[in-house]
């Protein structure tokens, strides 16, 4: 691969194993590392990490030697290690911390689908991963073999799909859809596209990242006979990109995959600019066009990975204007109890007036545009488009205030609590008799 100048990593216990195990991703999955013995042998655990992997009902354990070998061993505050070795402040709650904290059980009509936007529905389909990052924000049912999915739960997930049009998008996730057997994958590949109504698919897997040998030729010959299929994954610290992932992405990309890129924002981990420019670019140099950056979720076990939002704010503001627009991802806040992904970064409206707007650029430099004095609306009866809008109630949001189908959005209890007089106005009773207020009727004091 042309300008492939990232490095190859193992570590040197696994120095013997004969390259063919090491390039086959089975013999990757049947060799991670879970307990204290097997991390003894590749790196020093400190103290506050033996505690953790001692401790009971601990989320589950389980790093791929070639995601392990990336691990600096001498350095306990290691980027990839903080991310998949648990340390005490893992079994520490918190408050504010909740299990499901995006309110995706609320939002599931059958197992496994959580179908929270209008057009567009996330499709758990195992709850098995490569390896188990300590911040997942699905832990309280991924790594548990018990809480997998069967044949009859995917029959009743494809069964919803096939009867609710509104659903054009689908996105497979889990745990990662990448370590199913691979004829299930397809099996389930196959049934979407049946579905006349489903324009894309969309996978999420941090497989390539944990263990990049999942990307063989078959993997890619299958996939690409359902295009169009789109891929994010998920990297978050530069030490995580090597040559065998670039190369991964490379054949994921010439199967005509889309890659993009979801990064979560960890403390101590890539809450830095800097950190974040050399990942982003490292990120296009593969074809991987960074996606979103999530604020860590509210989750039991990932207090201690939480940075202000305003960290967010802050990288984006180091991003934006500083490098190649296609570097630059959303950041997002997942909001709790199942808001959805809220965007969010740097301001750069600075002042409006009825004609101008005053803006600035990532240098500071302030600028004004001024606006046409005479603009012809958009005319919604002769396109085509506005006219064949159909929506479920309800679902046009805040685009329907400036649509000006609705006056506002009232918070639940808003009416109960704001009628308080009954449904009459009286802001003034005389006598019995109830008159209404007017200026010039004489009523005023
Ligand atoms: C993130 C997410 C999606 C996809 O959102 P996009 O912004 O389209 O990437 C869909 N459903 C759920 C429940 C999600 O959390």
Same mark, same amino acid.
């Given at each position: 691969m042309a300008h492939n100048t990232f490095s190859s990593k193992r570590a040197p216990i696994f120095k013997d194993v004969p390259d063919e195990k090491w390039n086959d991703w089975r013999w990757q999955l049947s060799n991670r590392l879970n307990s204290i013995e097997d991390f003894d042998k590749v790196l020093k655990l400190t103290d506050s990490e033996r505690e953790a992997l001692s401790? #009971? *009902? +601990?989320?589950r354990v389980d790093i791929t030697p070639y995601f392990v070998s +990336?691990?600096?061993?001498?350095?306990?505050?290691?980027p990839v290690r903080k991310q998949v070795i648990p340390t005490a402040g893992e079994i520490n709650s918190f408050t504010g911390m909740m299990e499901d904290s995006l309110a995706e059980d609320r939002h599931s009509?059958?197992? *496994? +689908?959580?179908?929270?936007y209008p057009d567009r529905v996330l499709m758990l389909v195992t709850t098995q991963c490569g390896s188990y990052c300590r911040y997942c924000t699905r832990s309280r049912i991924v790594g548990d073999p018990n809480e997998n999915f069967s044949r009859a739960e995917f029959e009743l997930q494809l069964e919803y799909l096939r009867r609710t049009p509104q659903v054009r998008d689908v996105l497979l996730s889990g745990g990662d859809p990448l370590v199913l057997a691979p004829r299930i994958l397809e099996y389930l590949l196959q049934r979407l596209r049946e579905i006349p109504h489903i324009e894309i698919v969309r996978i999420g897997s941090r497989l390539p990242v944990f263990m990049p040998m999942r990307v063989t030729d078959e993997l890619c010959d299958m996939l690409q006979k359902y295009h169009p299929l789109w891929m994010n994954i998920h990297v978050n610290h530069p030490n995580e990109i090597t040559a065998e992932l670039a190369e991964a992405c490379d054949k994921l990309t010439r199967a005509g995959i889309p890659l993009g890129n979801q990064s979560v924002l960890l403390a101590g981990i890539n809450d830095c600019v800097y950190t974040q420019r050399r990942l982003v670019h490292d990120l296009v140099r593969m074809r991987v066009r960074p996606y979103y950056l999530y604020q860590c979720d509210l989750v039991e076990g990932a207090g201690h990975f939480r940075t202000p939002v305003a960290k967010g704010i802050e990288i984006i503001e180091g991003l934006r204007g500083h490098?190649? $627009?296609?570097?630059v991802p959303t950041f997002v806040v997942d909001a709790p109890g199942g808001g959805g992904k809220i965007p969010l970064g740097p301001n750069y409206l600075l002042s409006s007036s009825d004609h101008n707007v005053v803006l600035r650029n990532y240098e500071g430099f302030i600028t004004t545009y001024e606006e046409p004095l005479s603009y012809k609306a958009h005319d919604p009866k002769t396109c085509k488009y506005c006219r064949n809008q159909t929506q479920e109630? $309800?679902? #046009? $949001?805040v685009l329907g205030l400036l649509e000006s189908d609705e006056m506002f959005i009232k918070p639940e209890g808003f009416d109960e609590l704001h009628n308080r007089g009954g449904g009459v106005h009286r802001l003034r009773e005389r006598n019995d008799k109830w008159k209404p207020l007017g200026i010039g009727s004489g009523e005023e004091e």
């Open positions: 401790s #009971k *009902g +601990l989320f +990336l691990i600096d061993p001498e350095d306990p505050n290691d009509p059958v197992p *496994g +689908l959580v179908h929270r490098t190649s $627009g296609y570097s109630p $309800g679902q #046009k $949001g």
